[in-house]
């Protein structure tokens, strides 16, 4: 009873241990790599050239939109943080205009000063 067992479990380990060198690539190019259009056939080879220009144009374009969404990205923190320093300013001069209040009255006071209750309209 004990043989077949260890036998079944070394043999489920070699096995487990086994699937990760397996799944290695081996030497040749990987998917990104170009490819090598002077060891193609001269039929195969408009193809092959082909392939390389769209793979660049591919780049290309990725690069072009990665700078516009860094560019974006810039201008919405640059927004950001104008946004920020604006409602900075107005909680300090909310504090200082409701300096002198306390407790429930400060509450209040600090609402209307900066515009009112959370989700609440702005009065014009």
């Known amino acids: 009873m004990k043989k077949p067992f260890i ?7 070699a096995a487990v241990l086994s699937l990760p060198l397996a799944a290695q690539p081996g030497p040749g190019r990987g998917p990104m790599m170009k490819p090598d259009c002077s060891k193609v056939a001269e039929d195969k080879r ?9 793979r660049e144009d591919m780049r290309k374009d990725r690069e072009a939109h990665r700078k516009e969404m860094s560019a974006e990205r810039e201008k919405m ?3 950001r943080e ?10 300090a001069q909310a504090q200082a205009a409701c300096k002198d209040k306390a407790g ?7 609402r209307e000063q900066m515009g009112g209750a959370p989700g609440e309209q702005k009065k014009q």
């Open 46 to 54: 408009a193809l092959c050239e082909k392939e390389i220009a769209y």
């Open 104 to 110: 429930p009255d400060r509450k209040t006071c600090l």
């Open 82 to 91: 104008a946004r920020r320093a604006e409602q900075k300013a107005a909680m």
């Open 7 to 13: 036998s079944l479990a070394t043999g489920l380990v």
């Open 77 to 79: 923190r640059g927004e």
